[in-house]
């Protein structure tokens, strides 16, 4: 097995850029993260940017932030608005990041008890594109788009699995909103098993204002929804979008409204729901499968 190399560190006034092991995300992730499983069988070793997407101290989120790379939430001590903190939280604002704040407590635990000066930032997986270009891309291929709406989705291993399906159907993209949803944490990576590679994401403010802006141009919107019509009696051949909600709240009223048709998946067992990533695979498949057949 190929050894992974050294994590960067970057020198600044006696800091350094710091990237947590997977010991130190056992510790105390958790607890600002709770949908985000880490496994008790995978030990600490050498790690990348790449790899663990934490960084800590505030020379070194301002290094993320100078850099331009797209970041999921920063995380603040509470009460802590001192000296250089504030300009930072002030570009985090200015550049629509979610600043959470939370207790100095657990900022400590989540980088080990290192020395983080109030601020932890979340850089994502790989950066996020517009919306603009995922019709672009479908439209180069000649083909009319097919996106996912992701509605509040916090379990990276769900959103793993769902773009892993949304890539193997061949969909253009999938749109997250920037709160209530899984980032493009290391879990999800791992679980989308390197769609996330191949698979334009993009991230916006507000889902419903994303939904008006994709009808104007020309996309039907499809709610999964278990009140909706059968998935065998629903024609899905043109520009389309999929929105899936959580496990537990399903899609958000206001989003519902938007939609122009809502789909389900005829169920003949005890249990009355599918995983939401079983679920988006199904409905993903049909579209592929109406798209790539000659006849119904």
């Known amino acids: 097995m190929k050894e992974r ?52 101290g505030r020379n070194a989120v301002r290094e993320l932030l100078s850099e331009g790379r797209d970041i999921d939430k920063i995380y603040v001590a509470r009460g802590d608005r001192t000296g250089s903190i504030v300009a930072l939280v002030g570009e985090a604002i200015t550049r629509r990041i979610p ?7 657990k900022l400590d ?30 439209s180069e291929r000649g083909e009319p788009p097919l996106l996912v709406l992701a509605d509040g989705i916090t379990d990276p291993h769900n959103l793993g699995a769902l773009i892993r399906s949304a890539e193997c159907a061949g969909a253009h993209g999938l749109i997250l909103p920037k709160r209530h949803s899984s980032g493009l944490t290391a879990v999800v990576s791992k679980t989308s098993a390197g769609a996330i590679e191949h698979l334009r994401i993009a991230k916006v403010s507000n889902l419903s204002t994303a939904i008006d802006w994709l009808k104007k141009q020309g996309v039907w919107i499809y709610a999964a929804d278990m009140n909706g019509r059968s998935y065998y009696e629903t024609e899905m051949r043109g520009p389309t979008a999929l ?53 119904r």
């Open 243 to 295: 929105v899936l909600g959580s496990e537990g709240a399903g899609i958000s009223r206001l989003v519902r409204e938007k939609c122009d048709f809502a789909v389900s998946i005829p169920l003949y067992g005890q249990i009355n729901s599918l995983n939401v990533s079983a679920a988006g695979a199904v409905l993903l498949c049909e579209v592929a499968r109406q798209r790539h057949s000659t006849g």
């Open 99 to 105: 600043v959470v704040e939370v207790d100095r407590r």
């Open 109 to 138: 635990q989540m980088c080990g008890h290192a020395s983080h000066q109030g601020i932890l930032a979340m850089a994502a997986e790989r950066n996020y594109v517009r919306m603009e270009e995922i019709l672009a891309y479908a």
């Open 5 to 56: 190399k050294k994590a960067p560190v970057i020198s600044g006034r006696g800091q350094r850029i710091s990237y947590h092991t997977d010991a130190m995300r056992r510790a105390g992730a958790l607890s600002c993260q709770p949908e985000e499983d880490i496994s008790p069988d995978s030990g600490p070793e050498n790690v990348t940017l790449r790899d663990v997407p934490y960084v800590y």
